[in-house]
């Protein structure tokens, strides 16, 4: 499930997903993040787990949260060519080949597009979301016993 989804919903990590989107200096994403977010609203809808207005108000409450959104459009070349190499889907790649442009990396819940990108000539652009939660956590004093 999409980090950003972990926002809104109770979903396993769900702490460590609010941590990363309170405390990180910057959030860059592309627009897809929002039509994932919809699908997944959609999902829990249909499941009864949310109140369909309530997935209204959660995906409409996307343009309070602080993310630098970039279009997904110009990165889709690049995407493509990273789903082919990794083998995996091409709206995760998406993600990378932002993260490749800007020279940071991807915060994932999914340890096997994590496990992809490490074992790849991309390693080093993808962190698991405890993990930055973790050194989020220390960084801010936490960390201390």
């Known amino acids: 499930m999409s980090v950003a989804a972990k926002w809104f919903l109770p979903e396993e990590q769900e702490d460590h997903a609010r941590r990363v989107l309170t405390d990180a200096d910057v959030l860059l994403a592309p627009d897809l993040l929002r039509v ?61 080949a932002l993260a490749e442009r800007e020279d940071c990396k991807v915060v994932t819940a999914d340890r096997r597009l994590h496990d992809r990108v490490e074992g790849s000539a991309l390693s080093g652009r993808t962190a698991l979301l405890e993990v930055v939660s973790t050194q989020l956590t220390a960084a801010a004093g936490g960390g201390r016993a």
Not at 47 to 56: C, F, I, S, W
């Open 36 to 96: 994932e977010l919809a699908n997944v609203l959609w999902k829990a809808a249909g499941q009864g787990r949310l109140d369909p207005e309530q997935a209204v108000r959660i995906l409409d409450g996307m343009d309070d949260q602080p993310l630098d959104v970039r279009a997904a459009g110009p990165l889709l070349p690049r995407a493509l060519r990273l789903a082919i190499q990794l083998r995996h889907p091409v709206y995760d790649c998406v993600y990378i």
